[in-house]
């Protein structure tokens, strides 16, 4: 995977949002906290096909968007496939199919562009073959007999493992016909009678769709563990958007909530890390609303959180941090390092006063923002600065057959 840094680089400037690629470059501050998710669950308990849910905590500018593509990045690096499901306020958290459905377009293999089910698909037939073909076995007939295994399998959703089966055979045969229809039915379009009646199955009434949505998504999770990938990783991203509703509603998602960490945690070869990114407020609604919910998500005792060194807390608290200046410049260093060492277009004359000037503008911003923004504040003024001042080139355009940044691989 590459990354147009220079066009990171002014994008930051202009929003300090996390950019979709490229987090792993500069992110700085979470060093011990990623290395604790990547040998805990994407190494040790994905390796045990076992699984968890966390709950990634920080007020809006806090970071949490980079903290989950950050990961995801990492957990891509070690095989992973992954799904960052944004939950704004146009997805009802309480439609289990819908949410469902986004998390099937979402899915992203590790070593791909591509987004979706039917993607995730193609790769696993491909991978299959490919790891028969170079142990030195026969691949077509491995794959054939993989295949037939799928209907066979014990997924939490018996149905899952017959449409998947017609899905590889179709893409192996190059009916795009059959499947299109299976994959469109594996990503949730389970209410069309028509897709269901082609494919041989049955569509779920209404009374039937929540325990259907529930059962599809654990088995979405246990096929990418018997393709042969490391696990899954999803990040719902924005949940508390999805979680402002009338007291009723927020009632029935923490319940909702409750029975997704138990049945995850209780998943067997599923190998899913599910994060949701929240902002304060949404705990404190749970520890009122959802007292249950609430002893799950506690720490088991004081300085025994994740940030204290016990990566099995459920919670992520990035408001947990040390000294904010140290913080801030951190940030700085980690991202003008970044522009001098990787964009062609740099001018190297004025790196020693650009990192000389770091500590001067962290204090600034941690003295003039808020605690929660501090961090966004921080990298835009950093990368305003790098992409204003310290380019060899004004015009916006590169050299004549220059390149303003090397595509970084992530």
Same mark, same amino acid.
């Given at each position: 995977m590459?990354?147009?840094?220079?066009?990171?680089?002014?994008?930051?400037?202009?929003h300090?949002?996390?950019?979709?690629?490229?987090?792993?470059?500069?992110?700085?501050?979470?060093?011990?906290?990623?290395?604790?998710?990547?040998?805990?669950?994407?190494?040790?308990r994905?390796?045990?096909?076992?699984?968890?849910?966390k709950? &990634?905590?920080?007020?809006?500018?806090?970071?949490? !968007?980079?903290?989950?593509?950050?990961l995801? *990045?990492?957990?891509?690096?070690?095989?992973?496939?992954?799904? @960052? &499901?944004?939950?704004?306020k146009?997805?009802?958290? =309480?439609?289990?199919?819908?949410?469902?459905?986004?998390?099937?377009?979402e899915?992203?293999?590790?070593?791909?562009?591509?987004?979706?089910?039917?993607?995730?698909?193609?790769?696993?037939?491909?991978?299959?073959?490919?790891?028969?073909?170079?142990?030195?076995l026969?691949?077509? @007939?491995?794959?054939?007999?993989w =295949?037939?295994?799928?209907?066979?399998?014990?997924f939490?959703?018996?149905?899952?493992?017959?449409?998947?089966? =017609?899905? +590889?055979?179709a893409?192996?045969t190059?009916?795009?016909?059959?499947?299109?229809?299976?994959?469109?039915?594996?990503?949730g379009?389970?209410m069309?009678? /028509?897709?269901? #009646?082609?494919?041989?199955?049955?569509?779920?009434?209404?009374?039937?769709?929540? +325990?259907?949505?529930h059962?599809?998504?654990?088995?979405?999770?246990?096929?990418?563990?018997?393709?042969?990938?490391?696990? !899954?990783?999803?990040?719902?991203?924005?949940? *508390?958007?999805?979680?402002?509703?009338?007291?009723k509603?927020?009632?029935?998602?923490?319940?909702?909530?409750?029975?997704?960490?138990?049945?995850? &945690?209780?998943?067997a #070869?599923?190998?899913?890390?599910?994060?949701?990114? &929240? !902002?304060?407020?949404? +705990? @404190?609604?749970?520890?009122v609303e959802?007292?249950?919910?609430?002893?799950?998500?506690?720490?088991?005792?004081?300085?025994?959180?994740?940030f204290?060194g016990?990566?099995?807390a459920?919670?992520?608290?990035?408001?947990q941090?040390?000294?904010?200046?140290?913080?801030?410049?951190?940030?700085?260093?980690?991202l =003008?390092?970044?522009?001098?060492?990787?964009?062609d277009?740099?001018?190297?004359?004025? @790196?020693?006063? /650009?990192?000389?000037?770091?500590?001067?503008?962290?204090?600034?911003?941690?003295?003039?923002? /808020?605690?929660s923004?501090?961090?966004?504040?921080?990298?835009?003024?950093?990368?305003? !600065?790098?992409?204003?001042?310290?380019?060899?080139?004004?015009?916006?355009?590169?050299?004549?057959?220059?390149?303003?940044?090397?595509?970084? *691989?992530?």
């Open positions: 590459t990354v147009d840094l220079l066009n990171m680089f002014e994008q930051l400037a202009e300090g949002h996390a950019p979709v690629e490229g987090c792993s470059l500069f992110g700085a501050g979470y060093e011990m906290a990623f290395e604790q998710l990547r040998q805990k669950y994407l190494v040790e994905f390796a045990r096909g076992g699984s968890a849910e709950f &990634v905590i920080g007020p809006f500018g806090s970071g949490k !968007t980079h903290f989950l593509r950050q995801m *990045e990492i957990g891509r690096e070690l095989d992973c496939v992954t799904a @960052e &499901v944004p939950l704004n146009n997805i009802d958290f =309480t439609q289990n199919l819908v949410v469902y459905q986004q998390l099937a377009l899915l992203r293999t590790p070593r791909s562009d591509a987004h979706g089910l039917s993607a995730l698909i193609v790769d696993a037939t491909r991978r299959v073959h490919e790891h028969a073909s170079s142990a030195g026969p691949a077509d @007939e491995l794959l054939e007999s =295949t037939a295994g799928l209907a066979d399998k014990d939490a959703l018996p149905a899952f493992g017959r449409v998947l089966r =017609t899905a +590889v055979n893409h192996r190059g009916d795009e016909d059959s499947f299109s229809a299976a994959a469109r039915w594996l990503s379009e389970v069309n009678k /028509a897709l269901a #009646k082609q494919l041989g199955e049955h569509s779920p009434s209404l009374a039937e769709v929540k +325990v259907f949505a059962r599809a998504r654990l088995s979405l999770f246990q096929f990418v563990r018997h393709a042969g990938y490391q696990g !899954t990783i999803v990040g719902f991203d924005e949940a *508390e958007q999805s979680m402002a509703v009338d007291k509603k927020m009632s029935r998602i923490f319940s909702h909530l409750l029975s997704e960490i138990n049945a995850v &945690v209780d998943l #070869k599923g190998s899913a890390l599910v994060l949701y990114a &929240v !902002t304060p407020d949404v +705990v @404190e609604k749970i520890a959802m007292p249950m919910l609430m002893q799950r998500l506690a720490d088991p005792g004081p300085r025994q959180g994740f204290d016990n990566p099995l459920a919670k992520i608290d990035l408001t941090r040390g000294d904010a200046v140290d913080d801030l410049e951190r940030i700085g260093n980690r =003008t390092s970044l522009f001098f060492e990787r964009i277009g740099a001018d190297r004359a004025k @790196e020693a006063d /650009a990192k000389r000037s770091i500590r001067s503008v962290a204090e600034d911003v941690a003295a003039s923002e /808020a605690s923004s501090a961090r966004r504040a921080m990298v835009k003024r950093i990368c305003a !600065t790098l992409a204003n001042s310290c380019l060899t080139f004004t015009s916006g355009l590169p050299p004549a057959g220059g390149s303003p940044g090397r595509e970084a *691989e992530v």
